[in-house]
């Protein structure tokens, strides 16, 4: 039983903690601990796996060259890839709710970990297709030899399992996000955001590692690289099945979860979200969150066409633009962290948008028109980009941070970092719908490369940048100041549960729509359709555009009969 010195001692110290900004009690934790190191660990590899969400580059030597699917297909996988992640947010009701052998966290990290090794180890068994092209003798792609026409077609088993591996190990990473919160609502308010940070880092540490790693070893000819050595894409799968089991392993043995009081039923979870959807605060991150990635997600159909036949981008090359954006961007975040945490965000995006948006716009200028199509001068603007990614990203974390409430940790920032997932596949289809007019989505502008084709490639890239700088409006009519205002807005602010039925069925009926539209765009059949972002089937069978692309085929054929 405790002393009146020591009562007073416990409300001294939680009133403290208050007063520095605190959200909840329990004081800083301590990092250097090797127990507390393993939250960091599994961040380090989850790196690994979401090397698939937010780096297409890292699915590029597999989908967009050994397969060569359209750039309309490679969009859509890309988004139905950040749909399905974003459907974590299911995980992270029940890992606020139902604990696991009294566990709120560890124990949906481990299992969400040993389903996804389990799904690595099923795709080492697809039977892997024969490459879209031929090789030449000194191990380079030919473009011009099309060793098998059905090759798109086999990425539909893979896409569908690899979907099927990152919604259960949503699991995982909810949990994990949940521990992140737990921890950041512990800091005081001058240092909040150094977990989130530190987590962020691990990360993207782990993507920087696995780019390297992709880049070396899926670099053969049939990948688009140069050398003469690789390892099949079905192997590749295997080791994330090797990395999955250590995740495993650092659940049961490095990753210790404070003591948690028993939380609330997942009724009163969902009532309690729900109230906390109807105000101000979290209406006004919401909605800038979904608008902001949707006009900042539109881009060009025609981008990745242009990454792998007018600049050639080997996965190697692009593994080492990769790991210097990367490393780049994990400077950054430190550097903003520790000097210019307190900056007014809405200025920060601002400034941001403002470095990025020229800057993409003139180097793939620079690429259309054939001024410069070199790997390294065209991505050196994807390195001076991301250090205002860094800034972008930072206040994504803290947003979401400063909107949850104790004991919903786990669905709140679910979500704040997740409505971006909705807004991909909204702005894919887009994206496709507003590319598909120019006919920038298959090879034979890219191939043939006269003017005209340039011009159609360059008015599809310059009204995707149009789109993206719109996006600036929502930071100065949603975004909050900075914490302080947050905080304000959260006590002040007014409710509106009319606007948060509104809200609500916007994201349901948009994202059913764009997923459907995205999904058609993954099937070879129905690629072609117009809502799927292509010219319509019929139109492009009676084209000369089609006409061209079947006599490239047919003399490739003729050239392997002799």
């Given at each position: 039983m405790e002393t009146d010195d020591e009562e007073c001692r416990v409300k001294g110290q939680l009133h403290f903690e208050l007063d520095n900004g605190a959200l909840s009690k329990g004081g800083e934790v301590d990092y250097k601990h090797p127990f507390r190191l393993g939250l960091f660990y599994h961040k380090f590899v989850e790196g690994f796996l979401l090397s698939f969400v937010v780096n297409p580059i890292l699915t590029y030597p597999f989908f967009g060259r050994y397969l060569n699917i359209p750039g309309n297909m490679f969009n859509a996988i890309d988004s139905l890839i950040g749909f399905i992640w974003s459907l974590r947010i299911f995980w992270a009701l029940l890992s606020d709710s139902y604990p696991i052998c009294g566990s709120y966290r560890t124990s949906y990290i481990g299992i969400g970990w040993a389903l996804a090794a389990i799904g690595f180890i099923i795709c080492y068994f697809i039977p892997l297709p024969q490459p879209y092209f031929g090789v030449t003798n000194d191990c380079k792609q030919n473009t011009t030899d099309i060793l098998n026409p059905d090759a798109p077609k086999g990425v539909l088993p893979y896409v569908v399992i690899i979907l099927i591996i990152l919604f259960f190990f949503g699991m995982s990473n909810v949990a994990?996000?949940?521990?992140?919160?737990?921890?950041?609502?512990?800091?005081?308010?001058?240092?909040?955001?150094?977990?989130?940070?530190?987590?962020?880092?691990?990360?993207?540490?782990?993507?920087?590692?696995?780019s390297i790693i992709t880049s070396t070893l899926l670099n053969s000819g049939e990948y688009g690289g140069n050398f003469c050595f690789s390892i099949t894409y079905n192997q590749y799968l295997l080791g994330y099945g090797a990395v999955a089991i250590f995740g495993v392993v650092n659940a049961i043995l490095f990753t210790v979860e404070p003591p948690t009081e028993k939380k609330q039923s997942l009724r009163k979870n969902l009532l309690q979200f729900w109230d906390l959807m109807s105000t101000e605060c979290f209406l006004r991150v919401a909605f800038f969150i979904l608008l902001n990635?949707?006009?900042?997600?539109?881009?060009?159909?025609?981008?990745?066409?242009?990454?792998?036949?007018?600049?050639?981008?080997?996965?190697?090359?692009?593994?080492?633009?990769?790991?210097?954006?990367?490393?780049?961007?994990?400077?950054?975040?430190?550097?903003?962290?520790?000097?210019?945490?307190?900056?007014?965000?809405?200025?920060?995006?601002?400034?941001?948008?403002?470095?990025?948006?020229?800057?993409?716009?003139?180097s793939d200028c620079l690429a259309i028109f054939n001024v410069v199509r070199n790997p390294f001068v065209n991505f050196l603007d994807d390195v001076v980009i991301s250090i205002p990614r860094a800034a972008n990203k930072f206040i994504g974390l803290q947003l979401a941070t400063e909107i949850t409430e104790e004991g919903n940790e786990g669905i709140a920032f679910a979500l704040m970092m997740t409505l971006s997932g909705f807004g991909a596949p909204i702005a894919t289809m887009l994206s496709n719908l507003m590319s598909a007019p120019f006919d920038v989505a298959q090879d034979f502008r890219y191939i043939r490369d006269s003017f005209d084709d340039r011009l159609n490639v360059f008015y599809?890239?310059?009204?995707?940048?149009?789109f993206n700088c719109f996006a600036l409006i929502f930071a100065y009519t949603l975004l909050p100041k900075q914490k302080k205002h947050v905080r304000e807005i959260k006590k002040n602010g007014r409710r509106y549960k009319k606007t948060r039925c509104l809200f609500f069925i916007v994201v349901i009926v948009g994202v059913v729509i764009s997923n459907l539209s995205n999904a058609l765009a993954v099937f070879p059949s129905t690629s072609c359709l117009v809502i799927a972002g292509g010219n319509g089937c019929n139109k492009l069978k009676n084209s000369t555009n089609f006409k061209y692309i079947k006599c490239i085929n047919t003399s490739s054929q003729h050239s392997h009969i002799q």
């Open positions: 994990s996000d949940g521990l992140t919160v737990v921890y950041a609502r512990r800091e005081a308010e001058a240092k909040r955001g150094k977990t989130t940070t530190y987590c962020s880092v691990s990360e993207i540490a782990g993507i920087a590692i696995i990635t949707i006009f900042q997600g539109i881009k060009s159909s025609g981008t990745i066409k242009i990454i792998s036949i007018w600049v050639k981008i080997s996965p190697f090359v692009g593994g080492i633009v990769a790991m210097a954006c990367i490393s780049t961007l994990i400077i950054s975040m430190i550097i903003y962290e520790r000097c210019f945490i307190s900056l007014n965000w809405r200025y920060v995006i601002t400034a941001c948008n403002a470095i990025i948006f020229p800057l993409g716009f003139f599809s890239v310059f009204l995707s940048y149009s």
